[in-house]
């Protein structure tokens, strides 16, 4: 059984920060591209950002320069470093992960969410 556990997430004052962080576990081979989505009432669910196995990042263009994804593949980890956050960035955010399961099946997984709000 596979499980993304996030957190980090809470309250914080606009051009605040805060770091979320996302942690693997259990039955894989291997993670290769993780993301962080978001999903504020009553939109869609949005891509965020996106980091290969290699690390290769990309961002939605709302949060370039002021959001950084990382990850650590030997911990089975990645992070999202929030900087000058937004209104606007108030939201759940999730985790996912493509993986290699151990029977060589790559899968993809979501995380149980994490709050994040942004106060004027």
């Known amino acids: 059984q596979v499980q993304l556990v996030e957190s980090g997430g809470g309250l914080v004052q606009g051009g605040g920060s805060l770091r979320l962080s996302c942690a693997a576990s259990?039955?894989?081979?291997?993670?290769?591209?993780m993301a962080w989505y978001r999903q504020s009432l009553g939109q869609q669910r949005e891509l965020v950002a996106t980091?290969?196995?290699?690390?290769?990042?990309d961002y939605v263009a709302s949060v370039k320069g002021r959001f950084t994804i990382s990850r650590d593949n030997a911990k089975n980890t990645m992070s999202l470093q929030m900087n000058t956050l937004k209104p606007e960035d108030t939201a759940v955010y999730y985790c996912?992960?493509?993986?290699?399961?151990?029977?060589?099946?790559?899968?993809?997984?979501w995380g149980q969410g994490t709050q994040v709000t942004v106060s004027s």
């Open positions: 996912h992960a493509d993986l290699l399961g151990t029977d060589f099946k790559v899968r993809n997984y």
């Open positions: 259990g039955n894989f081979f291997l993670l290769n591209t």
């Open positions: 980091i290969t196995r290699n690390g290769n990042t």
